[in-house]
């Protein structure tokens, strides 16, 4: 390698794919074969990057490349490669902790901004198998396990702080996809831009969103949250379309937004995208027998999410010697000390609930008004039927951000859910 | 300089500085004259690091070293060289905003770490003059601005958050010295170890402080929003003894343990030691009605400092166009948002004096129970003098900790010092 000259970065072609591949001993042992008997699919299917699955005839490896722009936008908004220097740094950072809840790291290439993992199969994408109505009973589970671990291993609860501060200073400069969660997740829904995707039938919620004072107050503080709280290493980007799954297995993918933040961001952003499926699912194709079965089993998802989350974070806690430099032992060894740790604990959680409430609800809000939207509802072709599903969402979004003392816990916010169905285009008439 | 090998570190002998200052053409031309003619003097003070002043014909510069270990303990505690690269990053990030206010910072070498600045002359530290008796009537509101300054101009209020990561990224990494806090100020006083100085009369407060779950959870709550709330860049050691000062003019100094962390740390930690200064100035030698009027004159010191700070704080953000990422003008644009907005930054400030208010505690507790001790204090010679002095100290800092509701503005703190003073040596029998 000594006299090879670092190749400038190129955007792949199935063809450059297959080279790369072809220079790396570990992954030319995965796929086995020659490289010409190798084949490649280009199977793009975020926002963002270019995704490759390539089979050999021993095996197949994913490989994905940050693009210089936004995949899906184009060339006209150019997006920092470096991203997939940060997405690799995160999902090895976790590795350890959340073994079999993630894809493997086959290879990073720094130069071409390639990671090369495990091609999963036959997984996928959790949004998809929601609109299909197919379940995945253990993906709620396994998505908290995997929330559980991060929050907690990489927190000022386990860890000494040089420990954190070093996640802290790398993903500190993460900062390209981190604007793009400042403006199109915090701003752009609650002014008019041209990135917004409002339809007509939609037209009165957003102006009422523009126009609440309230409701962007409680906009600005989960934003605030959001800039100024290191309280663990985030995903970032924890939907839907970033689980890949079977009925037995659940991988989260797509850690580029990676930062260090609210814990409740992450668990908020999962918990929006079952909430917005509730509201998608009975405008989808579907027997009604069917359909109701379907909704019941989301909600049951999103409290087993939660109270999976909530339990298992406890139980690592507990069973931890929890050496981190945020709540020393030996301030609470004696009884009435290990009481009040317990205390403590719940207070933790029940914090990271109210911050995933919020997060829940300003989710739901940016992929109805916002420029990102989703399948689950641009499934439902027709502009007004899909105005009165997201509308549903839009409506429970605004109590859970100006009403928060109504939902003091999980089941508020199921029993929610149909409640405010049936809402309406109208939002002054929409319950509050 | 192309041919000149770095320089391997070595600790500054008087010759060594004048050979450094020689090389540097800026500073020969503040001095003046030969090196033959320039004057060194070995004036280390604080707890960390060399400090050299040098006088030529011209002029005279200050010039500090950091050394490979803690100063006053010895080679026996070692420290990371490293932390004066942070003072100098920190000092110039400032330098455009507290014009004035710190010295200037002619040169920096990363080689040796040797800071070259401003000589602040007739200067004192404002510990000494506290001590003597000497009014310096500016200093709160200089501090103030000071403090107000750094605290909006390097929030989300005020900058991209780009911009405001910088900093995050790199202060994340001057890790030495917060060790020496998270240590020093947020455990040990605490728990019994060998660095914690008690004198005999203080051992049933010291011990009463260990014993207490709630003020040690009081303390559990302080030190997470230490590690985790990423508000503002702090000074992050600024007291009494960090600040050189004459009756009209006034610097901080030694930003070694800068960090972004929560605003009220600054604050909390210089209000702590006027309030030491208030309880500890009747057992320093002086007539009775000078030492009233002294206490008098530090209480008001105490409040002008804070009134000061929340007054310039909220001009600065007001006046301001406000353009960080922390709270979007074009949300709050008409005039109900614009009277919303109000209400944020009166709830922003309110936020910070309650953070005030726990470090004020805690730095206090700290500068009698734990390693670093302070002058005006040791000063009382006798030490079952100099603990009842502490006593109320102690006293009042449990009741910040324990009952904050007692304590809604920073009248009510001026109010109590008397209250707590003559709380005597057992802590059960004083005001709670």
Redesign the interface.
């Known amino acids: 390698m000594l006299d090879r000259t670092p190749a400038p970065y190129r955007v792949f072609t199935d063809r450059d794919v297959v080279d790369h591949l072809g220079d790396l001993p570990r992954i030319r042992g995965i796929l086995g074969g020659a490289k010409g008997e190798w084949r490649v699919r280009d199977v793009a299917d975020g926002n963002l990057n270019a995704v490759f699955l390539v089979d050999g005839p021993q095996g197949g490896v994913c490989v994905k490349q940050a693009l210089p722009y936004v995949r899906v936008a184009g060339e006209s908004w150019p997006l920092d490669v470096n991203r997939a220097t940060y997405e690799a740094a995160y999902t090895r950072r976790l590795a350890p902790h959340v073994k079999g809840l993630a894809p493997e790291v086959h290879h990073y290439d720094p130069e071409q901004f390639v990671i090369v993992m495990e091609k999963l199969e036959p997984h996928i994408i959790l949004r998809r198998g929601l609109i299909a109505g197919e379940r995945f009973p253990k993906a709620p589970e396994h998505v908290a396990e995997y929330v559980a671990q991060a929050a907690f291993r990489t927190s000022?609860l386990a860890v000494p702080?040089?420990r954190?501060?070093?996640d802290?200073?790398?993903f500190?400069?993460n900062?390209a996809l981190?604007?793009i969660t400042?403006d199109l997740v915090?701003?752009d829904p609650?002014?008019e831009v041209w990135r917004n995707k409002v339809t007509a039938p939609l037209a009165a919620w957003a102006a009422a969103l523009r126009a609440d004072?309230g409701l962007?107050?409680a906009?600005?503080h989960f934003?605030?949250r959001y800039?100024?709280?290191?309280?663990s290493l985030l995903h970032g980007d924890l939907h839907s379309g970033s689980v890949m799954a079977t009925p037995d297995d659940t991988r989260v993918i797509d850690g580029e937004f990676a930062l260090v933040g609210p814990t409740g961001f992450d668990v908020g952003n999962f918990l929006a995208h079952y909430v917005m499926a509730w509201y998608a699912k009975p405008f989808h194709a579907g027997a009604h027998g069917a359909i109701t079965a379907y909704r019941d089993a989301i909600a049951d998802d999103i409290a087993r999410f939660w109270l999976t989350f909530r339990r298992r974070f406890l139980e690592i806690w507990r069973d931890e010697d929890a050496s981190g430099?945020?709540?020393?032992p030996?301030?609470?060894a004696?009884p009435?000390?290990r009481a009040?740790l317990e205390t403590?604990r719940q207070a933790y959680v029940e914090a990271i609930f109210r911050d995933a409430v919020g997060y829940l609800a300003i989710k739901t809000i940016r992929r109805i008004v916002g420029y990102a939207q989703i399948a689950d509802f641009l499934t439902i072709g027709d502009e007004e039927r899909r105005a009165e599903a997201q509308a549903g969402a839009l409506a429970l979004a605004r109590a859970l951000l100006k009403r928060p003392e109504n939902f003091p816990d999980i089941a508020a916010i199921v029993d929610a859910l149909a409640y405010f169905e049936g809402a309406g285009l109208d939002p002054k008439r929409a319950p509050a």
Chains 1, 2 share one sequence.
């Open positions: 000022d702080f040089e954190k501060a070093a802290v200073a790398l500190a400069q900062l981190q604007r400042v915090f701003t609650y002014v004072v962007k107050s906009v600005a934003r605030l800039l100024t709280s290191a309280q430099d945020g709540l020393p030996s301030h609470f004696d009435a000390g009040r403590f």
